[in-house]
């Protein structure tokens, strides 16, 4: 089955055309049309009040089965906090060379560190991370490239120290 696009779903509130700004440079990464479009879900069925955070595994499955399809690939875009169990946190996740996966900008805020606003930062960080899930859709794995945008990222400063584009071997992969 041929690929057609990738569907981007944002799921609550994000700044009037910051996904503009996304769409261009995941169109180009991908050679793929990009579709961005409102998602609507019931995000209190995935929050664990322990942790005061939504559960990323559960939200991972719930875009799989209700939003993706198998000529697409799907990432679920949120602005809440994100966990799986082993993790205290986590930007995105996504099946590798699956169908879909899940990205979040709530930590990628300059102002969550106390640090001041940078509307331009937070469009870089959040280009980043999704490009980063998709590649993992794509069946890429995390890079030892400290350039490639499929280097983990524990921090958000690790996102910073990356480029928002594959590195040659990765770029060869899902050529």
């Known amino acids: ?22 769409v261009k440079d995941v169109e180009y990464e991908f050679q793929l049309p990009v579709k ?16 005061r955070q939504y559960d990323g595994f559960r939200l991972l ?18 602005n809440v906090d994100l966990y799986i169990p082993i993790l205290t946190y986590i930007f995105g996740q996504a099946y590798l060379n699956g169908r879909a996966g899940i990205a979040s900008i709530y930590r990628l805020r ?8 940078d509307e331009m930062i937070l469009v870089d960080r959040f280009r980043k991370e999704v490009i980063h899930e998709l ?14 945008v499929m280097r983990s990222s524990t921090y958000v400063e690790d996102i910073d120290q990356k480029d928002h584009k594959f590195c040659r071997q990765c770029r060869e992969k899902i050529s």
Not at 110 to 117: A, D, L, M, Q, T
């Open 135 to 148: 590649g993992h859709t794509f069946g890429l794995v995390h890079c030892y490239d400290p350039d490639c």
């Open 61 to 78: 499955k719930e875009i799989d089965s209700s939003f993706a399809k198998e000529t697409n690939k799907t990432l679920g875009l949120f």
């Open 110 to 117: 300059n102002e969550r560190y106390g640090i001041f606003k």
């Open 36 to 51: 961005t479009k409102e998602g609507h879900l019931d995000l209190s069925l995935f929050y664990d009040p322990a942790r």
């Open 1 to 22: 089955m041929k690929l057609e696009r990738i569907k981007l779903i944002s799921f609550g509130y994000f700044e009037k055309g910051l996904l503009d700004k996304v």
